[in-house]
């Protein structure tokens, strides 16, 4: 088994872990209300798909395997084999998270190693339990998959850092199986500018620009999730292809810039493109008040996040009791599946119904009270059938819409790049 290299976080994990313990998903699991056995049984007919899993920065720690249920309160772990198949969860876009770093030819080969690194590990795990699960290139392969009672495996970047030094990586990154490719993250990168950094290109960058040309050349999805307002609409009038927010909020709903407008959501949507709502708290309640005996707790924490990616199950129990003990001494405000559906309802109410999906940005930050992990998606299918929604409509959403993005993507494509990918053994 291959190990992910580490590459150097920066200023934006500091923000990140201070984020995580003002809005934490490590509460008991409250799944009162669960879904009824009728709603359970529409659940579990449909192709129940989550756009961004995190949980790829579990596959290189000592012992970890996605087969053993795990707990988010225990050590914080959100999705794994068991637990998709409690939840009806027939797969999903597993995440290349890579963290920014600096911009030189060093960094750019740190983060060039680290992408390929973790794509093999997505692949390894895949074929390491073939039995159960399978590596998914279009979207009839996910339908296929879910119809034999597999577990479908996308592979997604997130963050474009991997393959700015030479965009002719995004070809190596799809030869491996990726299928989405997100622009920024939590900083801004040679792409393009983030949500949450100070303008730089106002937009995208000139490279950016052909990373985009680059993507519908490759059939590939472009993930505007993390990216500014300006780098969404440049993206949007360039592409050839509906382009996706992997796991975003509404913004009318909660003002926070990790959030889209109304009229930006119905940019996406007028060229058939799609917004999954996710469900991370910080993106839907306040900021607690800066409380500096808090944030020097935080940041204490930050050594034990960094090197997270390698903690043994021990080590990251110990680091999520700690957490928690900082999440007690400093109460903070936190979104529940109330919340989570104001932002859902309130996307379909201005897109419509064939433009929203769901991401839980679970193993990243993400989950609300009662939506705590991948087990309690039935509930979502329960609230949108008490809210009116036939089950052709709640179809579209856990999966429909997105699986229409990558075939119109792939469509768009050159020909010549419908690649054939080599099986991982």
């Not at 970890?64 to 309160?73: E, F, P, T, V």
């Not at 472009?222 to 949007?236: G, P, W, Y």
């Not at 992997?246 to 810039?257: E, F, I, N």
């Not at 700690?322 to 932002?343: G, L």
């Amino acid at each position: 088994m291959v190990r992910a290299r580490q590459v150097k976080r920066g200023a934006a994990i500091g923000g990140l872990v201070l984020t995580l313990v003002a809005s934490s998903t490590l509460a008991a699991p409250k799944h009162a209300a669960s879904a009824s056995a009728a709603a359970r049984a529409v659940h579990e007919k449909l192709v129940v798909l989550d756009t961004h899993f995190d949980t790829p920065a579990n596959l290189g720690r000592p012992g970890w395997s996605i087969m053993d249920r795990h707990s988010a309160s225990v050590d914080g772990d959100q999705v794994d084999y068991p637990r998709m198949v409690e939840g009806g969860v027939d797969g999903g876009f597993f995440a290349i998270y890579t963290p920014s770093g600096p911009a030189t030819p060093e960094g750019d080969r740190a983060a060039r190693d680290f992408g390929i690194t973790r794509a093999v590990q997505i692949r390894e795990m895949v074929a390491k339990h073939a039995d159960v699960f399978t590596l998914a290139l279009t979207a009839d392969d996910a339908v296929r998959a879910a119809a034999h009672g597999k577990r479908f495996v996308f592979l997604s970047m997130e963050n474009g850092y991997p393959f700015e030094g030479d965009l002719s990586l995004m070809k190596t990154f799809r030869g491996l199986g990726v299928t989405m490719m997100g622009i920024t993250h939590f900083k801004n990168n040679a792409l393009g500018d983030s949500a949450t950094d100070t303008p730089k290109w106002h937009g995208l960058s000139p490279l950016g620009r052909e990373a985009v040309a680059e993507a519908n050349r490759l059939g590939v999805v472009i993930d505007c999730s993390h990216a500014s307002d300006e780098v969404l609409r440049q993206t949007v009038a360039l592409s050839k292809a509906p382009i996706i927010l992997s796991h975003s909020g509404m913004r009318a709903v909660h003002d926070h810039p990790r959030n889209v407008s109304d009229a930006d959501a119905l940019l996406v949507a007028s060229k058939g493109g799609v917004i999954q709502v996710n469900a991370y708290s910080a993106y839907m309640v306040p900021a607690p008040a800066p409380n500096p005996a808090r944030d020097a707790a935080a940041k204490e924490l930050m050594s034990g996040y960094m090197r997270m990616d390698a903690m043994t199950g021990a080590e990251k129990r110990a680091l999520v009791a700690k957490r928690k003990a900082i999440e007690a001494q400093f109460p903070a405000p936190r979104a529940n599946f109330d919340m989570f559906m104001a932002h859902l309802l309130h996307a379909i109410k201005v897109v419509g119904i064939d433009h929203v999906g769901i991401s839980g940005d679970f193993d990243g930050g993400g989950g609300v009270d009662g939506l705590d992990d991948v087990t309690a998606y039935p509930k979502v299918t329960a609230a949108l059938l008490k809210a009116g929604y036939s089950p052709s409509d709640i179809g579209k959403v856990w999966g429909g819409n997105a699986l229409r993005v990558l075939r119109t993507a792939q469509a768009a494509g050159e020909p010549s790049e419908g690649l054939t990918i080599p099986t991982t053994r």
